[in-house]
């Protein structure tokens, strides 16, 4: 069945760049998204990227779709304290999600 | 790691009846279980956060009479839809972990109202 796939943690210093990347299976996807999930909190969409772009940017995020290798990133600019979280990536292909382990960012001072 | 099982997958009911969605932790005890809601076309939408042994909170907007959230232990939640309408159709799925540990989501369901 779809498989996603993503490192279960990452640590980066305040003010570093943080790159939280996904791997995934089904090359039907129509698209694939990113959501944070705050300590005690619901999850909240960040991006999401349309499977024919490659790239989209937004304030201080980036996200890369590299869709032969069937690889997605997050790029975060500037990491905040704010930005320490855990982050989701999916895949949808028509109205069903698949969704990947979850990667927790920790950001040290 | 961390399983969530989220059963059934799909289900057809006809308008006016009940159907109960269960989400399971089967390898870890989940103090906190989501249950989220997905519109077409749309992203995750939050309806309720289900803490253990406790009422669930319902975001606004979601009626918690008809949309019934139990969660009576640590590997077990139920979303209950009652009454269900056509509008009611769409794909339902949980979340369960801890704020330590993290969370798993579960595969799903794919509720059709007839």
């Known amino acids: 069945g779809e498989d996603v796939e993503q490192s279960l943690f990452l640590s980066v210093r305040e003010g570093d760049s943080s790159v939280i990347n996904c791997t995934y299976t089904?090359?039907?996807?129509?698209?694939l998204y990113w959501y944070k999930q705050e300590p005690g909190a619901g999850l909240q969409l960040l991006t999401y990227i349309f499977s024919n772009m490659d790239m989209k940017q937004d304030q201080r995020l980036t996200v890369l779709l590299n869709k032969k290798d069937k690889h997605l990133s997050l790029r975060i600019a500037d990491t905040q304290t704010g930005d320490s979280a855990i982050y989701f990536c999916a895949e949808g292909y028509g109205q069903n999600f698949v969704f990947g382990p979850g990667t927790r960012l920790s950001v040290l001072p | 790691g961390a399983v969530v099982s989220q059963h059934p997958s799909r289900v057809i009911c006809k308008s006016g009846t009940s159907v109960k969605i269960e989400c399971r932790s089967l390898?870890?005890?989940?103090?906190?279980m989501f249950w989220y809601r997905q519109f077409p076309k749309k992203s995750l939408m939050l309806m309720a956060t289900s803490n253990e042994g406790s009422k669930a909170t319902y975001e606004q907007g979601v009626e918690k009479d008809k949309f019934l959230i139990n969660h009576a232990s640590l590997t077990l939640s139920t979303l209950t839809v009652t009454s269900a309408h056509p509008e009611d159709s769409s794909f339902y799925i949980c979340s369960a972990g801890t704020p330590n540990q993290g969370y798993t989501f579960g595969s799903g369901t794919r509720l059709t109202v007839v």
């Open positions: 089904d090359s039907s996807s129509t698209y």
């Open positions: 390898d870890f005890q989940a103090t906190t």
